[in-house]
């Protein structure tokens, strides 16, 4: 994994934990470079459940927005595809415009939320780029959790 794919891969996974953890649920642990796959990573986040449909999809964007708003480039072209196949789920039993309503406003929802927290998202992933899995103890403590 060249440096520029862990600390896109890093990013991604950030800005999920961080989205989760602004709009209240539990985050645990986050690892890069799972299975063989050097662009692959997962974060433990709590049931979505309780929350809105807004905040579902901002949840599922907030890895792509993060890339986005820290200039990374796209790490292969499917790059992704899990987040948007959540939100086609998501959104699959409302009418197509309310969908592309919510949509947007879940993209920006979480373009926001990130934009607010750049200096833990950074810190977040600069760990997670060099260790390549942060237990949740040490998510924790970047986010100053008890």
């Given at each position: 994994m060249t440096v520029e794919e862990r600390r896109s891969?890093?990013?991604h996974e950030a800005g999920h934990i961080i989205v989760a953890w602004t709009l209240g649920l539990p985050v645990g642990a986050m690892e890069i470079g799972l299975n063989g796959d050097d662009t692959a990573g997962k974060s433990e986040i709590a049931d979505t459940a309780s929350l809105s449909l807004v905040d579902r999809i901002a949840l599922c964007a907030a890895g792509l927005e993060a890339e986005r708003l820290f200039g990374c480039q796209a790490?292969?072209?499917h790059a992704g595809w899990s987040?948007?196949?959540?939100?086609?789920?998501?959104?699959?039993?409302?009418?197509?415009?309310?969908?592309?309503?919510?949509?947007?406003n879940g993209y920006d929802r979480a373009f926001q939320i990130l934009d607010r927290q750049r200096s833990l998202i950074e810190r977040l992933a600069q760990q997670l780029a060099i260790t390549g899995r942060l237990e949740e103890r040490d998510v924790r403590s970047i986010?100053?959790?008890p």
């Open positions: 891969t890093a990013i790490l292969h072209e987040d948007a196949a959540k939100m086609v789920e998501i959104l699959d039993d409302l009418p197509s415009e309310e969908a592309d309503e919510i949509r947007f986010l100053s959790l």
